[in-house]
Nanobody
């Protein structure tokens, strides 16, 4: 069952901006915490940004001051706003989220899921 659906990404020139989105596949799934990773072919997956259930955020040193992670609880969606993009930001980006499945006001399951990934290419 697909629980997280990513959108955004694409090709952008250096210095440009993109926003990635990661939404739950249904209203019964609620995001508590979320992380964004990126991976280049042949390299290990790198943690880029994280937001906890209480809204605290952390960033990799390579993106501090340029990327912003956020979450819209009403829309069950997380975001990664990427500004001042550099060629070295080129990678496939993945979201990972802790999800609560809620039915009739009751939490019936807890899971940790990944989005399908989306390519970000920064090139002139």
């Amino acid at each position: 069952q697909v629980r997280l659906v990513q959108s955004g990404g694409g090709l952008v020139r250096p210095g440009g901006s993109l926003r990635l989105s990661c939404a739950t596949s249904g209203s019964k799934f609620k995001i508590t915490a979320m992380e964004w990773y990126r991976q280049d072919p042949g390299k290990e997956r790198e943690l880029v940004a994280a937001i906890t259930s209480d809204g605290s955020t952390n960033y990799a040193d390579s993106v501090k001051g340029r990327f912003t992670i956020s979450r819209d609880n009403a829309k069950n969606t997380g975001y990664l706003q990427m500004n001042s993009l550099k060629p070295e930001d080129t990678a496939k980006y993945y979201c990972k989220a802790d999800l609560l499945e809620i039915d009739d006001g009751t939490v019936i399951s807890v899971s940790r899921d990944w989005g399908q990934g989306t390519q970000v290419t920064v090139s002139s």
